[in-house]
């Protein structure tokens, strides 16, 4: 009778069984063993191993094309091929791929590994280091394997010397084909593998002997020199299909007894002869795991020293068997990665709030409670971890690969938070979007995110202070979200003055040095060899010189190519500082002896005003990005052509600045709900939104049926009209409804109460009740509304409540904004309550946005620059005309000479007004808006008026927030913000 080459019989003329305790027989090839193959152990164990389950696992009839171990490779080789081709006919680009680790360059055990992944349709990526490499070296290479999404599984072929703890977990357990970690061996032994992998080698002996035919329940095994992770794998699946395991060395006293007593032997030969034929008794199985685990030089030198060569001969059949079975679970790991990589519905845990009454501070409030873990929001929220990048313990920026593996989910719903014309104070709309964010997730149990601008340090130390919210309805922790955060305004700022620097140098090097002495510096000879950088061929290009060797150019062509001939006086770039620092806004550079007279006039603008802010807030990606980064206009040529940041050879060094700053970060409200953080431009200088990118992967996140909440800066008329105008334009993405946030006291304001100061007590009028003031301020909501159903979009009035408001002040403005053509007024009462202040609100806007609506741009990009500033007056400001100075004339015609005609405007107007004038409350009539000056951001890709006195960097007030900003010295805790 045939036997299968992996067990070795001591006595094969032995017909009969012998026994050697009551019950336990060894096996024989007359004795039937269940058919409980490998693959399905899983599923047994997870089970406990229950009757019912076991008895659906049928007894297969002994193959007779081939030793049971190829039989046993052909169907797991078969089941592999088909699991594989149906993942590859859902994700065509799939290449699974086994990544080897080995010390030094032996191929003679990998071959089986490589044969076995080419029957299946597997990649195979082998990585020899050095034989005497070190366990550092090792853990380096696994790390990075780590992170490689085309890798999906990891297998160790080392000596066992370097297959420390450390080496084994630091391979990531998804990744872990060969099941060493210690996570994968523990799931071994709880008998519960669903997320995890049982080594191969364990797997291979389980799967010969129940290829058997005898039944596994209640036979001895005993494994000897048998250690570390497969002796645990290997005792606990065995146990957990019903036999007894024993343990031993080579060198034990009872190692014979031991063997005399068990059915089925399973050794690891090193420098072992074998077993002599006296310890096995007749129908003992002897399985050698040798060939599995160490080269075939090895056994090789061992081969012809084993007395019975048909140890050598069995072993060699687990080698085959392992190696099938890992590219098995590289298979299984590329399943649980595509499944990982779908859409995840949310299992978002909200954090309780118990709000105090009175209201402590804000700091307060954010101190009280305790944040998630950054990393657990994350997993609830359907991210996979090789989408987060953590700073610190509460926030993390979140990879752009995240639009790829969601691009063919439905976006969810699209919200834009905007307000009427503010107080200097600000009328809350940070404070609302949160809470309503709160209020969605938290209490309406939808999908909801927050989508808010970075604060910049300006107002955080000015007159404002931070932006994370207030009250009960914040962003946490708020210390961390006011400064710094994860450093993308410094990093703005760097970029940004990098290309300044660049630019007054070039400006200096030109007047200072002949053609040949600028080419040769600007092309320097290494190494004895000249070349062209990739930045500079694009230039050749652009000027039409397709040569590629320097020394090819002609006179002609080398000035073209070293002269930008910058305009001092046509400079257009400024440099920027993240400080309220009036004394900036007109400086003089180089007078400094070593300029050699090169002096020039320019200023400084505020961080967030630079066109990198405004670049940030409306790329779509890297590549993107960085072409926008190129198509900056830093200034004019003496000859009227305007000159880029891809002329000054600097837009890449800009793109490495920012590579990090593109990706949003990842915070969470009180209530332990998302919000992304990204981008801050201002929106009385620039755009005033949050990012494109950090709505679009938000929109993914929160799945068809969830919400995004973005704010617009300052009042409807700038920061709304440039979110539809610009920032829709750019994303391609519809709003489903605005809230407008409204309060009593800006109500008052517009129907003529006296002028309110920060950090001066509120007059009374805006204490006591006034109901006429309110009642003519809602003249300024009303237009507000009015601007938001220019472009189609339904429109719900949050009314943000102050504990000074009256119920008569309240219940006026809800009457007069119902009969406004508002879909609904809500209070809200977010600030004292949380998220269930906001219930109200947030079942509004759910139904406001299942409405349809009828989305429209206020003007064509083909209109003329002048026709689409007018347009923007006339509409929303209410105008009677715009005024353009003679500067604005120049600036419109050389625009449209240099092709920018048909990019769209960013209107850079005070907040405090409809109007250009701060002091006009409500909505002004009958003024021409002047435009004293038109700048360009071909790279943001808008053209920016500015209108009136408007100006780019503001200054610090007589007494700035910073006099309570302070730092306990012995708890490092901040004190003072707000």
């Given amino acids: 009778m045939r036997l299968s080459l992996a067990f070795r019989h001591a006595h094969r003329s032995h017909a009969g069984i012998r026994r050697s305790r009551a019950g336990v027989g060894a096996l024989s090839s007359e004795s039937r063993l269940s058919a409980v193959i490998y693959p399905r152990v899983r599923e047994l164990s997870s089970t406990g191993g229950t009757s019912e389950t076991a008895t ?9 094309d081939g030793p049971l171990y190829q039989s046993a490779v052909r169907d797991i080789v078969q089941r592999s091929r088909v699991e594989l081709k149906a993942m590859k006919e859902t994700n065509p680009g799939l290449k699974p791929t086994l990544a080897i680790i080995q010390a030094g360059e032996d191929d003679s055990l990998l071959e089986v590994n490589k044969k076995m992944a080419g029957k299946i349709g597997l990649n195979v990526m082998q990585i020899c280091l050095p034989r005497h490499c070190t366990e550092e070296e090792v ?169 019975h060569r048909a140890e050598a001969e069995s072993g060699a059949e687990i080698g085959p068997l392992s190696a099938v ?29 118990q ?69 200097p104070l600000g009328e809350g709309k940070s404070t609302v979007t949160i809470g309503l964010v709160q209020a969605l997730s938290a209490h309406l149990k939808l999908n909801s995110f927050a989508c808010l601008r970075q604060p910049s340090q300006g107002p955080t130390f000015g007159v404002k202070g931070g932006a994370a919210g207030g009250g009960y309805a914040q962003v946490i922790p708020m210390e961390e979200f006011n400064l710094h955060l994860t450093g993308d305004i410094h990093a703005i700022t760097a970029a940004n003055n990098l290309v300044a620097a660049a630019i007054d140098a070039r400006i200096l090097h030109e007047a200072t040095q002949s053609d040949k002495a600028l080419y040769s510096r600007l092309v320097p000879s290494v190494n004895g060899v000249r070349c062209f950088s990739p930045i500079q061929m694009a230039r050749l290009q652009r000027l039409g010189i397709n040569k590629s060797d320097p020394s090819d150019l002609t006179p002609e062509e080398v000035r073209a190519f070293v002269r930008l001939d910058l305009d001092p006086e046509k400079v257009t770039w400024q440099r920027v500082v993240d400080t309220n620092d009036r004394f900036l806004r007109k400086i003089t550079v180089g007078q400094a002896n070593t300029e050699k007279g090169h002096a020039r006039q320019t200023q400084f603008d505020i961080a967030v005003a630079s066109e990198i802010m405004a670049i ?88 068809e049926e969830g919400f995004v909440v973005t704010e617009a800066g300052f009042g409807a008329d700038i920061g709304m009209e440039k979110f539809f105008n610009i920032k829709c334009r750019t994303s391609g993405l519809k ?74 002040e309240i219940d006026l403005v809800c009457r007069i904004t119902e009969a406004s053509g508002a879909s609904a007024v809500v209070q809200c009462h977010h600030w004292s309550r949380g998220g269930r202040g906001s219930v109200e609100l947030a079942q509004a806007v759910k139904k406001a946005a299942s409405q349809k609506n009828h989305f429209q741009f206020l003007y064509n990009l083909q209109d003329s620059i002048e026709e689409k500033i007018r347009t923007i007056a006339q509409k929303v400001y209410g105008a009677d005309d715009i005024e353009l100075s003679p500067e604005a004339q ?27 004038m701060p002091e006009k409350k409500g909505v002004p009539t009958g003024f021409i808006l002047p435009i004293r000056d038109i700048r360009a951001s071909i790279g943001a890709g808008f053209i920016y008026p500015l209108v009136g006195t408007m100006s780019t960097m503001p200054g610090l007030p007589t007494r700035p927030c910073f006099y309570d900003i302070d730092l306990d010295p012995v708890t490092e805790e901040i004190k003072g913000l707000f």
Wanted: aromatic share 4%; charged share 20%; hydrophobic share 40%.
């Fill in 616 to 703: 940030l807030a409306l790329t779509d990606g890297l590549a993107d990005m960085r072409a926008r980064l190129g198509r900056m206009v830093v200034g004019s040529s003496r000859n009227g052509k305007p000159v880029t940041a891809d002329d000054l050879g600097v837009t890449g060094a800009l793109a490495v600045l920012m590579k990090d700053a593109i990706k949003p970060t990842l915070m969470q409200t009180l209530e332990g709900t998302p919000v992304f953080v990204h981008a801050g431009p201002f929106a009385n200088i620039a755009h005033g939104n949050s990012s494109v990118l950090a709505d679009k992967l938000a929109l993914k996140l929160v799945g």
């Fill in 355 to 423: 709000p105090l009454s009175p209201v402590p501070s804000d700091i307060e409030i954010s101190r009280a409670q305790t944040p998630k873990p950054i990393s657990q929001l994350a997993k609830e929220i359907g991210l996979v971890p090789e989408e987060l990048e953590a700073y610190g313990n509460t926030k993390a920026k979140v990879h752009l690969s995240l639009l790829n593996r969601l691009q063919h989910q439905p976006n969810g719903k699209y919200v834009l938070v905007a307000g009427i014309t503010p107080t």
């Fill in 735 to 808: 709003p489903d409804v605005v809230v407008l946030v409204a309060t009593v006291r800006a109500l008052k304001m517009h129907g003529g109460g006296p002028n309110v100061t920060a950090g001066v007590p509120l007059p009374k009028e805006y204490i006591n009740e006034n109901l006429q003031l309110v009642a003519d301020g809602c003249s300024n909501l009303k237009k507000q509304i009015q601007v938001a159903h220019l472009f189609g979009v339904p429109v719900v009035v949050a009314l943000n409540v102050f504990k000074t408001d009256s119920h008569a």
């Fill in 890 to 916: 120049a600036k419109i015609e050389y625009y449209n000479q240099q092709g920018f005609g048909a990019l769209p405007i960013c209107m850079a107007k005070t907040h405090l007004s409809l109007s250009h």
């Fill in 139 to 307: 853990i380096e290479e696994i790390l990075r394997l780590n992170e490689d999404s085309r890798v999906h599984g990891v297998f160790l072929h080392l000596p066992q010397s370097f297959l420390s703890k450390s080496v084994r977990n630091a391979i990531k357990p998804q990744k872990d084909v060969d099941g060493v970690s210690d996570l994968n061996v523990g799931r071994v032994v709880l008998g519960d593998q669903r997320d995890g992998f049982a080594s191969p080698v364990a797997g291979a002996v389980l799967e010969m002997l129940a290829r058997h035919d005898a039944p596994l329940i209640s036979k001895m095994a005993v494994l000897v020199g048998v250690e570390g992770p497969l002796k645990a794998s290997l005792q606990f699946l065995l146990q957990n299909n019903g036999m007894m395991v024993q343990t031993c060395q080579w060198g034990s006293k009872h190692l014979q007894k031991q063997i005399l007593d068990s059915d089925v032997v399973i050794l690891l030969e090193t420098d072992h002869k074998g077993l002599p034929p006296t310890w096995l008794r007749p129908g003992v199985a002897v399985i050698n795991l040798s060939s599995a685990l160490m080269e075939d030089t090895f056994l090789q030198k061992h081969r012809d020293s084993w007395e």
């Fill in 325 to 353: 079975l890992r590219m098995q679970n590289v298979v299984r790991s590329s399943k649980r990665w595509i499944q990982e990589q779908q859409y995840q519905p949310w299992r978002l845990r909200p954090l309780k709030l």
């Fill in 56 to 64: 659906s696992f049928k007894s297969q009839p002994r193959k007779n």
